[in-house]
């Protein structure tokens, strides 16, 4: 049974920082790419970081030079860094992934997700 659970959302000014956090379980995490992604109210969701089984990483530009994805293989977890937040950065974080080595920004790549973690920037 493959689980995934954010943690570390919540609300901060515009320019502050929060970091994400995602546990996985149930699969082999290491073989997996995984993401990040976001929704706002009322718009879909969109791909925000991925990490694939290399450390390769990749970024939507709305993002670029602000937040930072990483993994750490022995613990299972994913994190995501955000710096420099920007209102239009609030949205449900959600942790997905991928049971494959290639990675994506779109979200119906990823057959695998948390319940998500709310963040507000005000």
């Known amino acids: 049974h493959v689980q995934l659970v954010e943690s570390g959302g919540g609300s901060v000014q515009a320019g502050g920082s929060l970091r994400l956090s995602c546990a996985a379980s149930g699969y082999t995490y290491s073989r997996y790419c995984m993401g990040w992604f976001r929704q706002a109210p009322g718009k879909g969701r969109e791909g925000v970081a991925t990490?694939?089984?290399?450390?390769?990483?990749s970024y939507a530009d709305s993002v670029k030079g602000r937040f930072t994805i990483s993994k750490d293989n022995a613990e299972n977890t994913v994190s995501l860094q955000m710096n420099s937040l920007k209102p239009e950065d609030t949205g449900v974080y959600y942790c997905?992934?991928?049971?494959?080595?290639?990675?994506?920004?779109?979200?119906?790549?990823?057959?695998?997700w948390g319940q998500g973690t709310q963040v507000t920037v005000s």
């Open positions: 997905a992934g991928r049971d494959d080595t290639l990675c994506y920004l779109g979200p119906s790549y990823y057959a695998y």
């Open positions: 990490i694939d089984t290399d450390g390769s990483t």
